[in-house]
């Protein structure tokens, strides 16, 4: 959940996204909000909307929210990969993701993303990566998103 800075009012957001629109019209970029909730649960999400408006419409501050304990960055991956339908585009995501949270991967890496998305080969991931230019070789076992 971010508070948008035009207008003040409380929004639900995926945490992955670069920049959202308010109901006002603002483009917020995310990199620049504060992320003042967060959560798996879509409804835990809705309910700390709701309430964040309230408390706004009524003059008052926000009540201190928890923040969910932090998801390794393997869970992370295979979360964004599982919206995609094309199999390319989920090994793509999975390179990103995993370049983003680690700053490098290595095959280890990949074997427990797909341990999460149920696949059985982190070698076939990473050949047909290769194959597609969609990683490359940084060091020794160690590989990058293009």
Request: glycine share 6%; with cysteine.
């Amino acid at each position: 959940m971010i508070v948008c800075p035009k207008c003040g009012m409380a929004k639900g957001v995926k945490a992955n996204k670069k920049t959202t629109s308010c109901q006002c019209g603002r483009e917020i970029d995310m990199s620049r909000v504060k992320i003042m909730f967060l959560t798996d649960s879509p409804m835990e999400l809705a309910e700390s909307v709701a309430r964040a408006n309230a408390a706004l419409r009524g003059g008052e501050q926000l009540p201190r929210e928890k923040k969910a304990r932090s998801r390794s960055p393997y869970a992370l991956a295979a979360e964004s990969a599982k919206s995609a339908k094309d199999p390319l585009e989920r090994l793509r995501i999975i390179a990103q993701e995993l370049t983003r949270l680690k700053s490098g991967f290595a095959i280890e890496d990949l074997r427990k993303v797909a341990s999460i998305l149920g696949k059985n080969s982190a070698d076939d991931m990473l050949a047909r990566m290769l194959e597609h230019n969609m990683v490359y070789e940084a060091g020794e076992g160690v590989y990058r998103s293009v």
